[in-house]
Nanobody, 120 residues
């Protein structure tokens, strides 16, 4: 089974930065696409960024230029560098893994996620 552990969230002010980590275990890390998701209060969980098995990235418009994904296959870890954070970025952040990930992907299992709160 594949397990994913997300960490790095916290309380920051507008314009600040955070780096989230997603550590993958129990599977062959290098073959998975990794998706980053977030769920704001009262809203549906949404996919906002993907990194493929070959390192190609894709971002939704509202995070482009601010968030950057990278993957370290040797450490089985995905990093999400979040800069210029805005109050609307406040959400619980999750990662998930699959052979294919897009806006229609569904997952049964989610980890605990990590809370990101951007507030002045």
């Amino acid at each position: 089974q594949v397990q994913l552990v997300v960490s790095g969230g916290g309380l920051v002010g507008p314009g600040d930065s955070l780096r989230l980590s997603c550590v993958v275990s129990g599977g062959i890390f290098s073959i998975y696409h990794i998706g980053w998701y977030r769920q704001a209060p009262g809203e549906r969980r949404e996919l906002f960024a993907i990194i493929t098995r070959d390192g190609t990235t894709d971002y939704k418009a509202f995070v482009k230029g601010r968030f950057t994904i990278s993957r370290d296959n040797a450490k089985s870890t995905i990093y999400l560098q979040m800069n210029t954070l805005k109050p609307e970025d406040t959400a619980v952040y999750y990662c998930n893994a699959g052979f294919q990930i897009d806006d229609n992907s569904e997952f049964i299992n989610w980890g605990q996620g990590t809370q990101v709160t951007v507030s002045s």
